[in-house]
């Protein structure tokens, strides 16, 4: 064994599965130079065991276990129209390939191009299970389950029409009232996509009338005026002026329509 | 939390293999996927932040591989280390969240790095190491000074413990190589360490 073949077992013995070997040894015993090298990066190697371990917060287990939660459930419960129809060999064959283009040796801050299909398409399948897991945990029957949904919404792409469908009928039909306000606020990133916005504009406007308790339907109100969607003036005007509604949700349509002008 | 433990227990915890729990997760029995959370979270978190020094991109990097595993875990081989796949997805999300969050986080990344070299040194720790001839708190700078490149594979060798075909399969490259490159990123790091501990001096 000579000085180059020596360096690059300096390090073999501390390793798990490794070993040095009698060569090695015997070319330490001959070579001054190895042997003092040697045992200077082997206690520079050591002493990185001494470094404080930094340990993740108790929040990285409880997502983890929200999504898995979450993911079972949806593969029971939760259709996907267009995905499902595609035959389950393309997927596997698509995801062989997006993996296959981890295997290429991308590193850490190497810039690569933008446009290789293969990346494109793994952003594209994790989306769509973050899709998974926010449509399947707002059909639950537990009210925290569905609010957890509403909050992994915020985690999909903002030009969604499901997703935004979903939170829609939730707004709409959920039976709990804190459920319905954080969909109402959910709803807000839509409101900003250019794919959804008129959508998501009109779906607000049409929630109004079919709210009867007045914090949801204040927050329907401030919503609205936020997004000076004069579209909703008529409704707005209807309220003010209806004496079965709660006399501080027709001050706020009032102030509304005062902030729309 | 009582979720967390209907789907694990001690037993599955510590007998068996993650190449076979995982072939288990691919096959449908996608709550397994438990057991090698349970078993690799903490080191993925650990490689992540030596790599971007940001505990809360590190916690939601551990978060998307997770992720990852789940959506293609069909396509996992178990013929294939495990660790390996585990890594080869971790470079592959750190890749991507480096690319979201654009230049603006290097300017966030060297400032948190220069603040956690400053805890580092305000704690007690160095003491120990001071017999021993190291100064802790300069070993930490030197190691994020190190080239990302160099650094990796310091942190895939020696806090990972990884065997070095595995690093091979998560680098793509031959054995024989991640052994000089090992040797290459330590004697890097060596050579850092005595210019910071030059710099101090002076
Ligand atoms: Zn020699």
Redesign the pocket.
């Given at each position: 064994m000579?000085?180059e073949q020596?360096k690059t077992q300096m390090l073999g013995g501390t390793i798990p599965g490794e070993n040095q070997g009698e060569e090695f040894a015997a070319?330490l015993a001959s070579?001054e130079?190895?042997r003092t090298e040697s045992s200077r990066i082997g206690a520079l190697w050591q002493s990185l065991d001494l470094l404080p371990v930094e340990e993740p917060s108790g929040k990285v287990r409880e997502r983890f276990y929200e999504m898995l939660g979450a993911y079972r459930q949806g593969q029971a419960s939760v259709t996907m129209p267009v995905k499902q129809a595609w035959p389950r060999m393309i997927w596997q064959v698509a995801a062989a390939a997006a993996l296959l283009a981890v295997g290429l040796g991308i590193g850490y801050g190497v810039r690569e191009d933008r446009s290789r299909p293969e990346l494109v398409q793994l952003r594209e399948e994790v989306a769509s299970m973050r899709q998974l897991v926010a449509l399947s945990l707002m059909q639950q029957q537990s009210a925290s389950d569905r609010l957890r949904g509403v909050s992994w919404s915020y985690q999909v792409e903002p030009s969604d029409e499901e997703v935004m469908n979903q939170l829609v009928t939730t707004v709409n039909h959920d039976p709990n009232v804190n459920v319905r306000l954080a969909a109402v606020d959910a709803l807000r990133p839509f409101t900003g996509s250019p794919a959804t916005h008129l959508m998501a504009r009109n779906a607000v406007i049409q929630a109004l009338p079919k709210q009867t308790t007045p914090i949801v339907q204040v927050a329907l109100i401030d919503f609205l005026a936020e997004l000076k969607e004069r579209n909703a003036a008529p409704e707005l005007r209807r309220m003010v002026s209806d004496p079965d509604i709660d006399s501080g949700v027709r001050k706020r349509a009032e102030w509304a329509l005062e902030r729309m002008q | 939390m009582s979720r967390v433990f209907s789907y694990v227990t001690v037993s599955t915890l510590v007998n068996t293999r993650d190449n076979v729990v995982m072939a288990e997760v691919g096959a449908g029995q996608v709550a397994r996927l438990a057991v090698l959370f349970e078993r690799h979270h903490r080191a993925l978190f650990r490689y992540f932040v030596s790599m971007n020094g940001n505990r809360e991109v590190a916690e939601d990097l551990v978060q998307e591989v997770f992720f990852r595993m789940l959506r293609y875990r069909t396509s996992y081989d178990p013929a294939q280390s495990f660790t390996a796949w585990m890594y080869q997805i971790a470079r592959n999300a750190g890749v991507d969240q480096v690319r979201k969050r654009g230049s603006a986080q290097v300017v966030d990344i060297d400032s948190f790095v220069d603040r956690r070299a400053e805890l580092v040194s305000a704690s007690p720790g160095p003491e120990e190491s001071v017999s021993r001839g190291q100064d802790l708190a300069l070993l930490r700078r030197a190691m994020d000074r190190l080239p990302e490149d160099k650094r990796e594979i310091l942190v895939l060798s020696r806090f990972q413990g990884m065997k070095h075909e595995d690093i091979a399969e998560v680098l793509g490259c031959e054995v024989g190589t991640v052994k000089v490159r090992v040797y290459r990123a330590i004697r890097a790091l060596e050579q850092i360490y005595f210019a910071l501990e030059k710099e101090k001096a002076s």
């Amino acid at each position: 064994m000579n000085c180059e073949q020596a360096k690059t077992q300096m390090l073999g013995g501390t390793i798990p599965g490794e070993n040095q070997g009698e060569e090695f040894a015997a070319h330490l015993a001959s070579c001054e130079t190895c042997r003092t090298e040697s045992s200077r990066i082997g206690a520079l190697w050591q002493s990185l065991d001494l470094l404080p371990v930094e340990e993740p917060s108790g929040k990285v287990r409880e997502r983890f276990y929200e999504m898995l939660g979450a993911y079972r459930q949806g593969q029971a419960s939760v259709t996907m129209p267009v995905k499902q129809a595609w035959p389950r060999m393309i997927w596997q064959v698509a995801a062989a390939a997006a993996l296959l283009a981890v295997g290429l040796g991308i590193g850490y801050g190497v810039r690569e191009d933008r446009s290789r299909p293969e990346l494109v398409q793994l952003r594209e399948e994790v989306a769509s299970m973050r899709q998974l897991v926010a449509l399947s945990l707002m059909q639950q029957q537990s009210a925290s389950d569905r609010l957890r949904g509403v909050s992994w919404s915020y985690q999909v792409e903002p030009s969604d029409e499901e997703v935004m469908n979903q939170l829609v009928t939730t707004v709409n039909h959920d039976p709990n009232v804190n459920v319905r306000l954080a969909a109402v606020d959910a709803l807000r990133p839509f409101t900003g996509s250019p794919a959804t916005h008129l959508m998501a504009r009109n779906a607000v406007i049409q929630a109004l009338p079919k709210q009867t308790t007045p914090i949801v339907q204040v927050a329907l109100i401030d919503f609205l005026a936020e997004l000076k969607e004069r579209n909703a003036a008529p409704e707005l005007r209807r309220m003010v002026s209806d004496p079965d509604i709660d006399s501080g949700v027709r001050k706020r349509a009032e102030w509304a329509l005062e902030r729309m002008q | 939390m009582s979720r967390v433990f209907s789907y694990v227990t001690v037993s599955t915890l510590v007998n068996t293999r993650d190449n076979v729990v995982m072939a288990e997760v691919g096959a449908g029995q996608v709550a397994r996927l438990a057991v090698l959370f349970e078993r690799h979270h903490r080191a993925l978190f650990r490689y992540f932040v030596s790599m971007n020094g940001n505990r809360e991109v590190a916690e939601d990097l551990v978060q998307e591989v997770f992720f990852r595993m789940l959506r293609y875990r069909t396509s996992y081989d178990p013929a294939q280390s495990f660790t390996a796949w585990m890594y080869q997805i971790a470079r592959n999300a750190g890749v991507d969240q480096v690319r979201k969050r654009g230049s603006a986080q290097v300017v966030d990344i060297d400032s948190f790095v220069d603040r956690r070299a400053e805890l580092v040194s305000a704690s007690p720790g160095p003491e120990e190491s001071v017999s021993r001839g190291q100064d802790l708190a300069l070993l930490r700078r030197a190691m994020d000074r190190l080239p990302e490149d160099k650094r990796e594979i310091l942190v895939l060798s020696r806090f990972q413990g990884m065997k070095h075909e595995d690093i091979a399969e998560v680098l793509g490259c031959e054995v024989g190589t991640v052994k000089v490159r090992v040797y290459r990123a330590i004697r890097a790091l060596e050579q850092i360490y005595f210019a910071l501990e030059k710099e101090k001096a002076s």
